[in-house]
């Protein structure tokens, strides 16, 4: 298993941006199959919304990869 982080620059990231940014997800279509699959929790719950916004605190888990959100400040 394979635990990160990831620093927000901004309020919050999309869940589907992120995927992508940390090239887990090649692209969209990737990412909707992977939703359809019910392969993604955020917080231990299915994550259902492609779109999902994340902030600092959430703990996304895709496939043996766990990322842990950050805020700037810490």
């Given at each position: 298993m ?19 940014i ?12 992977v ?20 902030h600092?605190g959430?703990?996304l ?14």
């Amino acid at each position: 298993m394979t635990t990160s982080t990831f620093v927000l620059t901004e309020e919050h990231v999309q869940a589907n941006n992120l995927l992508k940014i940390m090239w887990l997800v090649e692209s969209s279509w990737a990412w909707k199959e992977v939703i359809r699959l019910w392969l993604v929790s955020l917080n231990g719950t299915r994550l259902e919304e492609m779109r999902k916004k994340l902030h600092a605190g959430d703990v996304l888990l895709f496939d043996d990869n766990t990322i842990t959100i950050l805020s700037q400040t810490e």
